[in-house]
């Protein structure tokens, strides 16, 4: 993925173009992406190389493995130690660093440790095995919620009685209203997220223009897609705020209502904690009382955790903010690599550490 077409390289001019007309009478431009594919896109395609250093193209905490805290990795271990009990998880959460260690280093004590491509594997390996209590990790953001709500419901219909979920869901559009909120971060813009507004729509960003009058765009991933999202920024940033939608041919107003509401049928909507945040009220799932057998807090009589700064001197919150470039941090690159991660935003896929580390140094 480059900028090499034709169209694209039109495209990255007009952009270049309108940022030289804006700071004429601005000092720069700062927009933010709050999508792990968004972040991994921009730096695999250059774009933040190739567009004009007066813009600032910034990562915010839209990689869900990033946004996970310490103690929430620390809940997921010590459930994990437990005898009889298999944890469940998608494959980057195992090797976040919790302040207790990593479930990878769980797993190599004896934990009983499985990853899976998707929660209905945990529950197929529920079935299989009934005599042992299968607990699977709901760690994502709206766009993964429906998937482990299905599953819920697939868990009841077939009367499992071993299979529950420790849910770690958040929410975009609060940990949006934090950061427009938080004038230390100076945002202009948003780039907003595709995968996650397929399912939602666009009505609940609206507030972002109404009430704090940013930019916004949601955008798609390809770099054309990225390069003309940015292009509809700028154009609002020159004419007043709006509400794009540039990735149209997945992204309606009203969202997917199919998965909202499955979503709404088993969650309900809770405080959580997020990495480098902390607290966000009403930005978290829960499993409804309705559901409570499948809720492994309530199956487990788990208590949640509060954060700690992380021992390791990652400064991953901080990145996840924007206030910080990856490689400001002094463990990046030297300490802190893909194969030795000191934090979740180097551990992801997705997350802004290994982007740069991969496509940025
Ligand atoms: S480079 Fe490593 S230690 Fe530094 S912020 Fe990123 S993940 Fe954390």
């Known amino acids: 993925m480059k900028v090499t077409p034709d169209s694209d390289q039109r495209l990255l001019i007009l952009v270049n173009e309108q940022v030289t007309r804006l700071c004429q009478e601005r000092d720069g431009i700062r927009l933010m992406e709050v999508c792990g594919t968004h972040t991994m896109a921009i730096s695999a395609s250059g774009i933040r190389r190739a567009v004009d250093p007066r813009l600032k193209l910034l990562s915010g905490p839209g990689c869900p493995v990033c946004v996970t805290t310490d103690a929430e990795i620390d809940t997921a271990r010590q459930l994990a130690e437990r005898q009889g009990l298999a944890l469940v998880t998608f494959g980057d959460m195992i090797r976040v660093p919790g302040s207790l260690g990593s479930l990878a280093e769980a797993k190599a004590e004896g934990a009983d440790i499985r990853v899976v491509y998707s929660p209905q594997d945990g529950l197929k390996m529920a079935m299989a095995e009934p005599e042992k209590e299968f607990v699977f990790l709901g760690v994502g953001f709206e766009t993964t919620a429906p998937t482990v709500a299905a599953t819920v419901l697939a868990a009841a219909e077939r009367r499992v009685e071993n299979f529950s979920v420790l849910t770690m869901f958040k929410l975009i559009p609060p940990a949006l209203e934090f950061i427009a909120s938080a004038k230390k971060m100076k945002i202009d813009g948003f780039i907003l997220p595709g995968h996650v507004s397929t399912i939602i729509g666009s009505q ?142 180097m551990v992801s896929s997705e997350g802004a550490c290994a982007a740069y580390y991969r496509y940025e140094r």
């Open 204 to 345: 609940p960003y609206e507030f972002l223009v109404e009430r704090f009058g940013l930019p916004c765009c949601i955008t798609g991933f390809e770099p054309a897609d990225i390069l003309e999202g940015i292009l509809l920024l700028l154009e609002q940033l020159e004419h007043g705020p709006g509400l794009a939608i540039q990735y149209r041919r997945s992204v309606r107003p009203e969202g997917n209502r199919v998965a909202q509401q499955l979503i709404n049928d088993i969650f309900e909507v809770t405080d959580a904690e997020w990495r480098g945040i902390g607290r966000i009220r009403n930005s978290g799932l829960k499993l409804k009382p309705d559901w409570q057998k499948f809720d492994a807090r309530v199956r487990f009589g788990l208590r949640s955790a509060r954060s700690s700064r992380p021992a390791s001197g990652c400064r991953c919150g901080e990145v996840l903010l924007g206030l910080m470039i990856p490689s400001e941090c002094r463990l990046f690159g030297r300490v802190c690599t893909p194969e030795t991660p000191k934090g979740p935003c």
